[in-house]
């Protein structure tokens, strides 16, 4: 007597429509490349010095200097963000750092650092103020080495 064995296989579909005029998404892929790189963590790094001293200069706007510096750790913070998040996300995110962008990037960023850090500690009344000049000379001092550590990387 011949024994029967029933197999059963659920198959799941998904039916996706679209009307005219809207888009699909697709799945993102993180790309962990960047990150794991020495030019990965220095944006990480510039990212995080930027930050915090936006966080302590912004508490006390005493001074225009303190007002630039503030405008300036903003500005770069959000851009490494930005950089991060599209290096991350994108294929072909480590092709961005040889990029004559971001060598630009980096050179201004370690000018406008400096420049605001140091008139910032000199002008300033509050030491909190002091403290974010400090800052924005370290993430000054981050960006130089990120522009050198780039420019060696290009020859």
């Known amino acids: 007597m011949p024994t029967t064995t029933t197999t ?3 198959v799941r579909q ?3 429509t679209t009307q005219p005029g809207s888009t699909t998404f697709s799945s993102i892929s993180v790309q962990r490349g ?3 790189t020495i030019t990965g963590m220095l944006t990480i790094f510039e990212m995080i010095l930027g930050i915090i001293a936006f966080s302590m200069a912004v508490s006390h706007l005493d001074t225009r200097s303190t007002f630039f510096l503030v405008l300036v750790s903003f500005a770069y913070w959000v851009i490494s963000f930005m950089i991060l998040v599209s290096a991350v996300v ?7 750092p040889t990029t004559q962008f971001y060598m630009t990037f980096h050179a201004f960023g370690c000018l406008f650092y400096i420049s605001g850090g140091l008139s910032c500690a000199i002008q300033a009344h509050w030491a909190i103020n002091i403290a974010a000049g400090v800052m924005g000379l370290l993430a000054g001092i981050c960006h130089l080495v990120h522009v ?8």
């Open 8 to 10: 059963t296989a659920t």
């Open 14 to 16: 998904t039916t996706a």
């Open 34 to 36: 960047f990150i794991s």
């Open 90 to 96: 994108s294929a072909s995110g480590t092709v961005l």
């Open 148 to 155: 050198v550590y780039a420019y060696k990387k290009m020859m």
